[in-house]
Antibody, heavy 121, light 112 residues
Framework: QVQLVQSGAEVKKPGASVKVSCKAS????????INWVRQATGQGLEWMGW????????GYAQKFQGRVTITRNTSISTAYMELSSLRSEDTAVYYC??????????????WGQGTMVTVSS | DILMTQTPLSLSVTPGQPASISCKSG???????????LNWYLQKPGQSPQLLIY???NRFSGVPDRFSGSGSGTDFTLKISRVEAEDVGVYYC?????????FGQGTKVDIK
């Protein structure tokens, strides 16, 4: 079935970087954009950025510019989100979400299970 | 960035009764192709968000028909005709007309 499976929970110290993976299966990885959304505990959803796995083109929320990098490895149908210079406020669950091409369904139709990232000294 | 504002922020509903959530956007979500770029998601407790409604009023595959979306321009509504116990969670609207994507604050729905 169509799914996105993310890597496991991470604990990082302030100032470090974290790289979360999102493995796609059940569909053609390069045909759908991947977005990253995060959610601090008890808080709402916050969009971080986007990538077209075919071209590698990316776009990031201004808040994360310079700290976030979204990449992919098409040979293993996996997208990555790396966040650097971590601080305690980055403690959150990070989700990847699929966005179908074109305008027939312009929404995040499939979500990963989420990856908890804890930033603590 | 487009500001998305949801009301109410919480809602307690008796099973079998209707519920309604409002979402207002800071600018029109009418796309040049005539579609309206407003989506609704439900995040059940301990789960990832799931798509309910896209293009303001289209139910996603597998979504029960008790869920309906309406609205245009900047004002939108999600309605649940008869709330069931499995509908508890937090509902979010999200605009998909431009980057960055932005979400409403969320509306927490629970059962009385």
């Amino acid at each position: 079935q169509v799914q996105l499976v993310q890597s496991g929970a991470e604990v990082k110290k302030p100032g470090a970087s974290v790289k979360v993976s999102c493995k796609a299966s059940g569909y053609t990885f390069t045909s759908y954009d991947i977005n990253w959304v995060r959610q601090a505990t008890g808080q709402g959803l916050e969009w971080m950025g986007w990538m077209n796995p075919n071209s590698g083109n990316t776009g990031y929320a201004q808040k994360f510019q310079g700290r976030v990098t979204i990449t992919r490895n098409t040979s293993i149908s996996t997208a990555y989100m790396e966040l650097s210079s971590l601080r305690s406020e980055d403690t959150a669950v990070y989700y990847c979400a699929r966005d179908p091409p074109g305008r027939d369904l312009d929404a995040f139709d499939i979500w990963g299970q989420g990856t908890m990232v804890t930033v603590s000294s | 960035d487009i500001l998305m504002t949801q009301t109410p922020l919480s809602l307690s509903v008796t099973p079998g009764q209707p519920a309604s959530i409002s979402c207002k956007s800071g600018q029109s979500l009418l796309h040049s192709d005539g579609k309206t770029s407003l989506n609704w998601y439900l995040q059940k407790p301990g789960q990832s968000p799931q798509l309910l409604i896209y293009d303001a009023s289209n139910r996603f595959s597998g979504v029960p028909d008790r869920f309906s979306g309406s609205g245009s321009g900047t004002d939108f509504t999600l309605k649940i005709s008869r709330v069931e116990a499995e509908d508890v969670g937090v509902y979010y609207c999200m605009q998909s007309i431009q980057l960055p994507r932005t979400f409403g604050q969320g509306t927490k729905v629970d059962i009385k």
